[in-house]
């Protein structure tokens, strides 16, 4: 072959090694393989993995030589098949110590975050994946460090039994406090997946009390009970559905409220909802007001640093518990 | 006669690096990587040519090794390919079964790394978690792993979809990218940063330290240059940055040994943060609900009273503002110029709402 691919730069050419010391072994068995089967090996389309092979096999010169030596590469439409006589690379590249880093990241997060019981299992899948390093460098660490939460023990807990329920597909029994309630209760829901979301975890399920899908604070659950009955997975359920711009939808809807805060804090609250600023500096948010109780809550955070605007029976409530913490 | 793309070279330099058991000069190498052997060109150019690309596959991870002879006028290069080859992986069964080893140089002295089912669950889940970051160079590291460990494991080939995490703000990923690579490297960077507390944009060169996603963005953790304090420069509020490319080989300032980047980065409440002398603050719990539940896993326990907590604070107005937000639910009851201080805000508040 002598049409020649152009890949100067070190960067797209590190890119194609990658991806051939990847397709490179999975063709290793001398036989055609389906382009699409290649492809997803090594996470590309069939279209990069034809250029890639071709690349490596298309010499300036007539004449085969280097590892192409006596290679032959047979692209059909849809398969492809390489022979070498050298048997190079006939397994993939060890792990690289970038790669064990990210891994390493993950586990250390999932540590983390996992009851005391679990984090041995984490700890011999990080041991044993130093092991399929190449270097013989140490792995030290790349300088990042990655957490979502910190959770009690025993939330931790919760959260394993319910994402256990949900790969079984099992009702679980949980005990939840809700916000504004001081009394626990108990009711059976089908867990369909856990959502991270500003700072907390979320259990997004289908409430039998309710019939209608509801997002639970994970840290509102208190205790939880995997049943014994299952049930069917909605096809078209995808955990997005539960959120809306980056937040988790709870329950049902909710009143709206709108919150003026003032230059003082206004560039925070700008900058985690994605508003401007109003000239005067202060930034004005309306939003879904779930229950009253929360709202004030809300608003008293900011002390005089955000005023209730809309509804006026919200900005008397505001006032009402103002006056009774002006006493307590 | 136009150049040899450098993936031909590297690809016939690795293939003669691992087709031998003992190291070889530059000489004996380029007679299988036809590059180097270009009629024409100079001895020292292809010399040259050889030298990076040893090193741009060393920066991707093979481990070239370079001996020198007795008297150092020679160097010899090395690939071992019991370093440069994944080992044979299978999951762990009661009785080992046969890895079937491919014909060819080097595969039969590779070892057999078993997992267990539960580490290898552990390991694409970790990878799935670090992919949903929002680093892109991050991501492609971990999936890159994956593909590789799925060449002999069942490792799911998506991410699950029973776990989602939500990010607030996409970072940059060719910002991310710079960063990473500073930090690597240990080069300053220089850049613009939007200060929130004083709102107002400033250069900063800084040497950073690490990177940390902490409750759902990321941060530099760098020390101004010739400083001693470390400080949390948030990414998202970062523009304009450029690394020191002067003297780009070497390392701009060395990271302390004792440097605990999990330990700096842990999260702190923001009553916590800063150096002014610590008070102790002890909190009642008035009711337990869904409001104070959380809160009531903060701070440390008082033995004789459940629902009593007692808190560090060094930034009493903070605290005083957390304090407002339970509505009562949570009351201060020690030291009395923190209970004052709540009312007081109340009063402010109440006043400031009225008028």
């Avoid at chain 1, 369909?192 to 907390?200: C, D, F, I, K, T």
């Avoid at chain 2, 292809?46 to 020679?74: C, H, N, Q, W, Y």
């Avoid at chain 2, 960063?179 to 107002?200: C, I, N, P």
């Amino acid at each position: 072959m002598s049409e020649t691919t152009g890949f100067a730069n070190a960067a797209n050419a590190a890119e194609q090694l990658r991806r051939l010391l990847l397709a490179l072994p999975a063709l290793a068995d001398d036989r055609a393989h389906p382009l699409s089967e290649i492809a997803e090996r090594v996470g590309a389309s069939e279209e990069v993995v034809r250029r890639d092979l071709t690349a490596l096999v298309s010499r300036v010169s007539d004449e085969p030589a280097g590892f192409t030596e006596g290679v032959s590469l047979l692209l059909g439409a849809n398969s492809v098949q390489f022979q070498t006589p050298s048997g190079h690379f006939r397994r993939p590249m060890a792990l690289t110590r970038e790669e064990l880093h990210a891994l390493d990241l993950g586990l250390a997060m999932l540590q983390h975050e996992s009851p005391p019981d679990e984090r041995p299992v984490l700890e011999r899948a990080r041991t044993r994946l130093q092991r399929a390093i190449g270097e013989v460098a140490s792995a030290g660490n790349n300088g990042r460090h990655a957490s979502l939460a910190n959770e009690s023990v025993q939330a931790q807990e919760i959260r394993r039994t319910l994402q256990q329920c949900i790969r079984e597909r099992r009702v679980a029994r949980i005990t939840y406090r809700s916000a504004t309630a001081d009394a626990d209760d108990v009711r059976p829901v089908q867990p369909l997946g856990v959502v991270w979301a500003r700072g907390s975890w979320y259990l997004a399920a289908w409430c039998k009390k309710n019939e209608g899908l509801r997002v639970f604070r994970l840290d509102r659950i208190r205790a939880v009970v995997a049943e014994r009955t299952r049930f069917t997975f909605f096809a078209e359920f995808s955990l997005e559905l539960v959120l809306r711009d980056g937040k988790v939808l709870i329950g049902e809807e909710g009143e709206a409220m709108t919150v003026r805060y003032s230059p003082r804090i206004a560039r925070w609250i700008a900058e985690r909802e994605g508003l401007p600023l109003a000239e005067d500096g202060s930034v004005t948010v309306e939003m879904e007001a779930i229950q009253e109780e929360w709202a004030v809550r809300h608003v008293l955070r900011y002390g005089p640093d955000a005023e209730v605007l809309a509804p006026v029976s919200l900005q008397e409530a505001v006032q009402r518990a103002l006056r009774d913490l002006c006493d307590a | 006669m136009p150049a040899q793309p450098k993936l031909q070279r590297w690809i016939d330099l690795l293939a003669a690096l691992l087709r031998r058991k003992f190291p070889a000069d530059f000489d004996t190498l380029r007679q299988e990587v036809p590059a180097y052997a270009e009629p024409g060109r100079k001895h020292d150019t292809l010399m040259r040519m050889f030298e990076r690309d040893k090193d741009e596959l060393r920066a991707l991870g093979v481990p070239i090794e370079t001996l020198v002879d007795g008297d150092g006028s020679m160097s010899q290069y090395r690939l071992a390919s019991k370093q440069f080859y994944l080992p044979f992986l299978q999951l762990a069964y009661d009785t080992p079964r046969p890895v079937q080893r491919p014909r060819g140089p080097g595969y039969q002295g590779l070892p057999v790394l078993a997992f267990e089912p539960e580490e290898l669950d552990a390991i694409a889940r970790a990878a799935y978690r670090v992919a949903a970051l929002g680093d892109p160079a991050l991501a492609h590291e971990a999936m890159s792993a994956l593909r590789k460990l799925g060449h002999d494991l069942p490792v799911p080939r998506e991410a699950p979809t029973n776990e989602l995490i939500s990010l607030e703000q996409k970072p940059d990923p060719e910002l991310l990218d710079r960063l990473g690579d500073a930090l690597q490297r240990r080069k300053r960077v220089t850049f613009t940063y939007h200060s929130m507390h004083r709102d107002a944009e400033g250069a900063r060169t800084v040497e950073p330290f690490g990177l940390a996603f902490l409750t759902g963005h990321w941060y530099l953790i760098a020390r101004d240059a010739g400083a001693e304090t470390l400080r949390h420069f948030r990414v998202s509020r970062i523009r304009d940055i450029t690394v020191n490319e002067a003297k780009a080989q070497s390392a701009d300032f060395t990271i302390p040994a004792e440097f605990d980047l999990a330990e700096h980065a842990r999260s702190r409440q923001a009553w916590e943060l800063g150096d002014a002398e610590q008070v102790e603050v002890t909190v009642r719990f008035r009711v337990q609900n869904g409001f104070t539940m959380p809160a009531m896993q903060l701070g440390d326990a008082v033995p004789e009273d459940a629902a009593l907590r007692r808190f560090r604070v060094r930034r009493p107005d903070t605290f005083a503002l957390w304090v407002l937000g339970f509505a009562g639910d949570v009351l201060i009851e020690h030291p009395p110029a923190m209970v004052e201080q709540v009312r007081t805000l109340a009063r402010e508040t109440l006043a400031w709402v009225e008028a």
